[in-house]
C-alpha cells in the first residue's frame, strides 16, 4: 500500500480539472503564498481506490473555533435527511467533542483507535444517532493523542467507512499538524470553513493551500451578521472570497440557537424557522448536486423582518443562506 500521505514540494498547486459541481477556483494570491508546510499529496493519486464507495469530504479551517464540529453534525443530518447513509468521523483525537454536539456523548463506548488497534470491530464502535437511523457516528478517543494514529491506519478506516456509506464527513481538528493531515489524507473532497474575520480567513487561506492540489475544496463562511456586515464593521461574503477564492458553498448566519441547541445536543437544522438551520440544510442540497441560489444576507430586510428583530436586541437577525 502506497503512502499517501508523502511530503510535497512546499509550491502551491492551483486546483487542478475538479468535476464541474465542484470546482473550484483556481488562484491564491500571492501575498497569501503557504509557509513552510507540506502539501498533501491527493490521496487518489498515490493510492488506487479498492470500491467504488462513498465520498469522503473533511470539513476543515486552520483556526479553533470557526464552526466546524457544528457544520459536520448539522450536515450530517441534513444529508441523512436527504435519504444518504451518512457517517461522521471525529478526527479531533484527545480533544473530542462531536459526541456532545450531537448528544450521543452517553453512547460513546468505543473509538476510532479501538478499531484500529483491534480491540474492536468498526460496527462495534459506530454510535447511531438518537433521531436519524442512517446517521451514524465514529467517535474519537479522548485520552490518547493525534500523533497516535497512523496516517495509513486513517486511511484503511475511511475507506472502510467509504463501503458503507455514501458520505463520510470528517471533522478536523483546528491547525495544521498531524491531526490535520490525517483527516485530509483519507478525504476526497474538502470543506474549508471560516468566519468573516481576518485571522480566521487567513488561517482558511493556509489551510486550502496545504490541501491536495486535485482536492476540490469549497467554502462555507459561518457567523455571518448581516447588520455589522451593512454598517461596514464585518467582512461582506465578498471582502471573503477576494481573499480566499475557493468555491461557495454556503453562508451561514450567526444565531445564537446555535449555542442552545448545541448545549442541548440538539442539531440546528431541526429548530423550526432558523435561518442557521435552512442555511445549513441548503447546503446539503448544494452539496448533493443541487442547483439552490445563495441568497444575499445582507439584502435590506423589510420593515417586519426589522421590527421582529429589534424586538430581540441580543440576537443577531439573519435571513439565512
Ligand atoms: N452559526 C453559528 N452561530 C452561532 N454560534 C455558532 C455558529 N457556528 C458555531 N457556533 C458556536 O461557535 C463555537 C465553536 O463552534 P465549533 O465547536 O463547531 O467550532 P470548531 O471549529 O469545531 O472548533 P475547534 O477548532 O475547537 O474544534 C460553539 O460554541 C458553537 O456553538
Ligand atoms: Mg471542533
Known amino acids: 500500500m502506497n503512502n499517501d500521505l508523502r511530503e510535497q514540494p512546499e509550491e502551491r498547486l492551483a486546483l487542478q480539472s475538479p468535476p464541474p459541481t465542484l470546482e473550484a477556483q483556481t ?22 481506490r479498492t470500491h467504488t464507495g462513498g465520498r469522503a469530504i473533511v470539513v476543515t479551517s486552520g483556526k479553533g473555533g470557526v464552526g466546524k464540529t457544528t457544520v459536520t453534525a448539522n450536515l450530517g443530518a441534513a444529508l441523512a435527511d436527504a435519504g444518504k447513509r451518512v457517517v461522521v468521523v471525529d478526527a479531533d483525537v484527545g480533544l473530542r467533542n462531536l459526541d456532545v454536539v450531537m448528544g450521543l456523548e452517553n453512547r460513546v463506548r468505543l473509538h476510532s483507535l479501538d478499531v484500529i488497534e483491534e480491540r474492536c470491530t468498526l460496527d462495534e464502535a459506530l ?4 433521531i436519524r437511523r442512517s446517521l451514524m457516528l465514529l467517535p474519537a478517543a479522548q485520552n490518547r493523542d493525534k500523533d497516535e494514529i497512523d496516517p495509513e491506519d486513517m486511511l ?29 489524507g483519507g478525504a476526497q473532497e474538502a470543506i474549508v470553513v471560516t468566519t468573516p474575520e481576518v485571522s480566521a480567513v487567513r488561517d482558511a487561506d493556509r489551510v486550502a493551500g496545504l490541501l491536495p492540489g486535485d482536492m476540490p475544496a469549497r467554502l462555507i463562511i459561518n457567523r455571518v451578521r448581516p447588520r455589522l456586515v451593512r454598517k461596514g464593521t464585518m467582512m461582506s461574503v465578498d471582502d471573503v472570497l477576494d481573499i480566499l477564492r475557493l468555491d461557495l458553498v454556503g453562508v451561514v448566519p450567526d444565531d445564537r440557537e446555535v449555542i442552545v441547541a448545541t448545549n442541548r445536543g440538539n442539531p440546528v437544522i431541526d429548530i423550526s424557522g432558523s435561518p442557521t438551520g435552512a442555511a445549513i440544510r441548503r447546503i446539503a442540497a448544494r452539496l448533493l448536486g443541487e442547483d439552490v441560489p445563495i441568497p444575499d444576507l445582507t439584502a435590506h430586510e423589510p420593515w417586519f423582518a426589522r421590527m421582529i428583530g429589534s424586538l430581540r436586541p441580543s440576537r443577531p437577525s439573519a435571513k439565512g443562506s
Do not use: H, M, S, Y
Not at 27 to 48: D, L, N, V
Not at 127 to 130: C, E, I, S, Y
Not at 158 to 183: H, M, S, T, W, Y
Open 156 to 184: 484503511d478506516l475511511v475507506d472502510e467507512l467509504q463501503e458503507k456509506f455514501d458520505i463520510v464527513l470528517i471533522d478536523c481538528p483546528a491547525g495544521i499538524e498531524q491531526g490535520f493531515r490525517n483527516a485530509v
Open 127 to 130: 454510535v447511531r444517532d438518537r
Open 27 to 48: 488562484e491564491t494570491p500571492p501575498q497569501q503564498q503557504a509557509g513552510p508546510a507540506p502539501r498533501i499529496r491527493a490521496r487518489g493519486a498515490a493510492r488506487e
